[in-house]
């Protein structure tokens, strides 16, 4: 069964406009992580920002914030003002177990291709 | 620092070839992954080491063949490769295996012909 659900394959976004890339996922393990990670087009992967399940108040990294709704199981990522600079991958990802926990692998979901116009 | 480095960048090899993969981190982390990316799809884990041992094969078949000589170090070796092996191979570590935050290398591109 799909745990990490990317539904949007590719998304374009005037330069300087605020975009939200969407992502559930499905656990029933009440201690998870999520994060995201950006992708571009040489390949390496950028880490983002990270949810714990038990986080009381929504992740911010300067532009990305995660928008997270454990009701729904969504984790969303905010880009405020984009850059041309944020075209990209961008990968959504989940660890069951927590951030203590040593016995789980973090699972990818299929990404979202974000192209920014000028 | 927090860079991982990774060697060769781009990799053409042959089906009788033998090749190694390099992947190198000086954050004191220790634990360090192995992944495998085709094109357009997410990155699939293959091995992870924690301490120096092995501490994850995801089911990998023998002609890859990894190897940890100590904390900084994380080879890949290669030995009779499918063309269906052609990918990106992702390198990653983090603090421990409690950690979330993983830090990846730019990968290499390797090409079975």
């Known amino acids: 069964a799909q745990k990490i659900t990317q539904t949007q394959p590719g998304m374009f976004v005037q330069e300087k406009e605020a975009v939200t890339l969407d992502c559930t996922y499905d656990t029933s393990d009440p201690s998870y992580g999520l994060f995201w990670y950006k992708q571009p087009s040489s390949g390496e992967m950028i880490f983002l920002i990270y949810q714990g399940s038990y986080d009381q108040q929504n992740a911010t990294e300067g532009r990305y914030s995660l928008n997270f709704q454990k009701a729904r199981k969504s984790a969303n990522l905010v880009i405020s003002a984009s850059q041309l600079g944020d075209s990209a991958m961008y990968f959504c990802a989940m660890r069951e177990g927590g951030r203590y926990s040593s016995a789980s692998k973090i699972i990818f979901g299929s990404g979202t291709r974000l192209s920014i116009r000028p | 620092d927090t860079e991982v480095t990774q060697t060769p960048k781009h990799l053409v090899m042959g089906m009788t070839n033998k090749k190694s993969l390099k992947c190198e981190q000086h954050?004191?982390?220790?634990?360090m992954y192995w992944y495998k990316q085709k094109a357009k799809k997410p990155p699939e884990l293959m091995f992870v080491?924690?301490?120096?041992?092995?501490?994850i094969n995801e089911s990998v078949p023998s002609r890859f063949s990894p190897e940890c000589p100590n904390s900084s170090l994380l080879n890949l070796h290669l030995h009779a490769l499918q063309p269906e092996d052609s990918a990106l191979y992702l390198c990653?570590?983090?603090?421990?295996?409690?950690?979330?935050?993983?830090?990846f290398g730019p990968g290499t591109r390797l090409t079975v012909t």
């Open positions: 080491y924690s301490y120096e041992k092995l501490s």
């Open positions: 954050m004191g982390h220790r634990a």
């Open positions: 990653a570590s983090s603090q421990d295996l409690t950690w979330d935050e993983q830090y």
